[in-house]
């Protein structure tokens, strides 16, 4: 038995030799694709390789550099899962590769602990790597000087020196401090090309700190003109710089072309994301950029530059008020859009604009797109923000709360910000007592007193924007408690419309109130309201018209991006159409339509459209109409039918009355509204009475029509006497001139009922008719009879029924009773 045990030992002590060697080459051959460059295969191979039955030794040595190939291969929440396995607590390398991740996160204050740790070690392998990283979260954090110091302790090591005075040059340049910098730079032995290259653009830079652009320009021009062994970021710095050094001489406009230059032949680089941002930038301060290389890479099959460019194209027609256009470009983006992190905050705008028009569930689903594409951290963290308040807006107020508060609870740099949405979440909902615990919670995560305030005055605000009678109160309260608050002037104007919307109006108490605002200092939100208030406060004023078409021209110009010019932008349209001045009201209402192409006033804005240009004189009007209104039924809404009866209207002006017939009859066999199908008969009566012209059989046909109308008890008045009153007309043209009067008759009949509404305007015009007609017959007694019955309604026309009267007494001496 001993000889046994014996023998299994010497066995064993042999085979472990073996085993470890095994191992060895296993973690190594794993490992291979990542020392290749391509760590995504190693990622694959190293996971294989965990799942064997490992030493716990071993276990770790795979997993450090499974941490290692993870983080070269971008796949970051992957990577933080695994660094935080409790057999890797001990591992410099794990803390390495994990601070590496946060730094990559921008998570930097969390980053440079564990790079300070590691680089404490001095027998790590990782400690001047380390010490580097800690370097630069300090400049990441704005802590200039420890990173200064970290760089020159690093300028001591042989393989570091260039690269920490080179890095140290770039902090004095950022300070700014040209002298320090230019000591630096005289000081780098650059042998290197790539470092000669970083130390020729830190030398540019240098040029524009001491105000000498233009030499600044020639050595970025040089560095981007020979590229070849410039690091990437070099090169891309000379980009930028170069641009910014035109936007500095305010020449954006040919600063641009050598971004768009680079675009044009580098379409899948990995900084694009970058040089559109800046190509962006320079397109906002052109006066007049132009589209055109963006509509191009746009229509490009080349990606990821072709994503990019319809993000941007988005930004672009958003900057002209152009909504609709960018949707489009958002929407075609999303069709086509390659996988990648980059372009997550594209998707997230395009949430955005969707949440602005309403579309709920079109932005979630929008952002949950966002999350697939696995951006970084903070980038996720405003998608899962922007869900969150799409809920809210949506009133789905359990679903918003437990989207903010589950970022309320992270270690996001939003978590307060989510705090205090999810207090609002809870006001809404009308929880008082968690809205109040959350709103203390707020306080003490910030130690902000303004965050606790706001909160108070967002309850005053909510309850008048639901109507709560306490509102006023808690808003007089707010100002009392909180007189030199930041946002008093809110509460001013949230007091002001109160009062404007009271019943009946209180106009002069919101003058006052929105007087008070102005005292005070006010906000960016509080002078939007207020502003558009006093548009709302003019048109209350009669004779005010020139004014307030003033005020909502000027509201559009200084507040362009205000989810409130659509409704400004109708009732400029409505003003200017008011005054007859039809080209103009088009104009407006056709901006409102496409600048606003899925919003609640896009139908109402193109009928309009459509009214003015029927009302004007110009040129081809008619035929512009006919346009609009067709767009107007496309939308299928509750304008359809009333645009069908406006287009038959217009085609009976082209003289096409057969176009308009069918266009009557798509309304009387629709489901349109009962004024729609009584607007349509009457308009059919119409066309066959001008037809009769030609054919007199349409008498008959229009009768039956007006009859038809007549009919309909339900139908205003005005509807009734109108058909009736036609009806005599075709009568009286077949010459039935009884039957004429007796159809006349019976409005004045119907009319002078005490127990139906009165109506003037058919009324008088049947009573008249009627009156000529028994005149053209010598019935005098009659044709009085019918006046004085006009005369005694006292209607708008009663005064020239009495001078009838009296003209048919005195030519024919007819008694007076």
């Known amino acids: 038995m001993k000889i046994s045990c014996a023998i299994s030992f010497v066995l064993f002590a042999a085979i472990a030799p073996l085993a470890r060697a095994d191992f060895v080459a296993q973690l190594a051959e794993a490992s291979k694709p990542?020392?290749?460059?391509?760590?995504?295969?190693?990622?694959?191979?190293?996971?294989?390789?965990?799942?064997?039955?490992?030493?716990?030794?071993?276990?770790?040595a795979v997993a450090e550099r499974l941490l290692q190939a993870m983080a070269a291969a971008n796949q970051t929440a992957d990577a933080f899962s695994l660094s935080e396995d409790p057999r890797l607590r001990q591992s410099a390398s794990a803390k390495f590769w994990r601070a590496q991740l946060l730094a990559r996160s921008r998570r930097e204050a969390q980053a440079l602990p564990l790079y300070r740790e590691v680089a404490a070690d001095k027998n790590s392998t990782f400690r001047t790597e380390a010490l580097f990283g800690a370097a630069e979260m300090l400049r990441a954090l704005g802590q200039t000087d420890e990173a200064l110091q970290t760089f020159s302790e690093l300028s001591r090591d042989s393989k570091w020196a260039v690269r920490a005075q080179l890095r140290a040059a770039e902090l004095y340049l950022d300070k700014p401090d040209?002298?320090?910098?230019?000591r630096l730079l005289e000081k780098v032995q650059a042998q290197k090309t790539a470092e000669k290259k970083e130390r020729h653009f830190l030398r540019g830079r240098l040029e524009m700190a001491l105000h000498r652009p233009d030499r600044a320009i020639a050595i970025f021009q040089s560095i981007l003109k020979d590229p070849e062994g410039a690091t990437h970021e070099t090169s891309t710095g000379a980009l930028f710089a170069l641009a910014d050094a035109h936007l500095q001489l305010h020449t954006p406009e040919v600063g641009d072309d050598s971004l768009e230059n680079f675009i044009e032949h580098r379409p899948s680089d990995v900084d694009l994301g970058r040089v559109f941002a800046k190509l962006d930038e320079l397109f906002r301060a052109e006066k007049k950029p132009s589209r055109a290389e963006l509509d191009r890479w746009a229509r490009d099959l080349a990606q990821p530059r072709r994503a990019f460019a319809q993000w941007y194209l988005a930004r672009f027609d958003l900057r002209l008020g152009r909504r609709d256009r960018a949707?489009?470009?958002?929407?075609?983006?999303?069709?086509?859009?390659?996988?990648?992190?980059?372009?997550?905050?594209?998707?997230?705008?395009?949430?955005?604009l969707e949440m602005e028009e309403h579309h709920f569930d079109e932005a979630l689903a929008i952002l949950n797109e966002a999350r697939g594409l696995r951006p970084e951290s903070a980038v996720i963290d405003r998608v899962n923000l922007l869900a969150a308040r799409s809920q809210y807006y949506a009133k789905h107020f359990d679903a918003a709360i437990a989207g903010f508060e589950q970022i309320a609870n992270s270690e996001s740099r939003?978590?307060?910000?989510?705090?205090?949405?999810?207090?609002?979440?809870?006001?809404?909902?009308?929880?008082?007592?968690?809205?109040?615990?959350?709103?203390?919670?707020?306080?003490?995560?910030?130690?902000?007193?303004?965050?606790?305030?706001?909160?108070?005055?967002?309850?005053?605000?909510?309850?008048?924007?639901?109507g709560d009678p306490r509102a006023a109160d808690s808003l007089r309260s707010f100002l009392r408690e909180f007189p030199n608050a930041e946002r008093v002037s809110e509460a001013w104007v949230a007091l002001a419309e109160l009062a404007f919307h009271a019943t009946p109006p209180r106009l002069d108490e919101a003058r006052k109130n929105l007087a008070r605002a102005t005292e005070s200092k006010l906000t960016a939100a509080a002078q939007e309201r207020s502003d558009y208030l006093t548009i709302w406060l003019e048109d209350a004023t009669t004779g005010s018209e020139a004014k307030v078409i003033e005020l909502a021209k000027r509201f559009i110009q200084q507040h362009e991006t205000s989810g409130l010019v659509p409704s400004v932008r109708m009732k400029l349209g409505e003003m200017y159409y008011r005054a007859e001045d039809f080209a103009n009201a088009e104009?407006?209402?056709?901006?409102?339509?496409?600048?606003?192409?899925?919003?609640?006033?896009?139908?109402?804005?193109?009928?309009?459209?459509?009214?003015?240009?029927?009302?004007?004189?110009?040129a081809q009007s008619l035929d512009r109409a006919l346009v609009l209104f067709d767009r107007v039924v496309q939308l299928n809404g509750e304008l359809k039918f009333a645009a069908r009866n406006e287009q038959a209207v217009i085609e009976r002006k082209l003289g096409k009355p057969q176009d308009a017939l069918a266009l009557y009859d798509e309304v009387l066999n629709g489901p349109a509204r009962p004024a729609e199908k009584r607007e349509a008969t009457c308009g059919k009566g119409d066309i066959f009475f001008e037809m009769a012209a030609t054919d007199p059989q349409n008498y008959q046909r229009a009768i039956e029509a007006y009859d038809k109308l007549a009919a309909d008890r339900e139908a205003p008045a005005h509807w009734r006497n109108q058909a009736l009153f036609k009806k005599g007309l075709c009568l009286e043209k077949k010459a039935d001139h009884p039957g004429a009067l007796a159809t006349f008759y019976s409005v004045l009949d119907e009319g002078t009922r005490p127990d139906r509404p009165h109506e003037f305007f058919w009324f008088y015009k049947a009573g008249f008719n009627a009156g000529q007609l028994l005149e053209a017959e010598a019935k005098w007694e009659s044709a009085a009879a019918i006046y004085e019955k006009l005369a005694a309604a006292g209607g708008t026309r009663a005064n020239e029924a009495r001078e009838r009267l009296d003209r048919l007494r005195l030519e024919h001496f007819l008694r007076q009773d």
């Not at 909160?455 to 909510?462: D, K």
């Not at 896009?602 to 459209?609: K, Y």
């Open 34 to 60: 990542l020392d290749e460059g391509v760590p995504e295969v190693a990622v694959v191979r190293l996971q294989a390789l965990l799942k064997q039955n490992l030493s716990e030794a071993d276990w770790r």
């Open 178 to 182: 040209a002298a320090n910098a230019r």
């Open 327 to 352: 949707l489009e470009s958002f929407e075609a983006f999303r069709r086509t859009r390659p996988t990648l992190p980059a372009l997550a905050p594209a998707l997230l705008e395009f949430a955005q």
């Open 414 to 466: 939003l978590a307060s910000l989510a705090t205090y949405n999810a207090a609002l979440s809870w006001l809404q909902k009308g929880d008082e007592a968690r809205f109040l615990a959350t709103a203390e919670e707020v306080g003490n995560k910030t130690k902000d007193e303004q965050s606790r305030t706001n909160l108070r005055l967002e309850a005053g605000l909510m309850e008048a924007a639901k």
């Open 587 to 618: 104009t407006q209402f056709e901006l409102l339509a496409e600048q606003n192409s899925r919003g609640p006033f896009t139908e109402r804005a193109l009928f309009f459209a459509g009214e003015a240009a029927m009302a004007s004189m110009a």
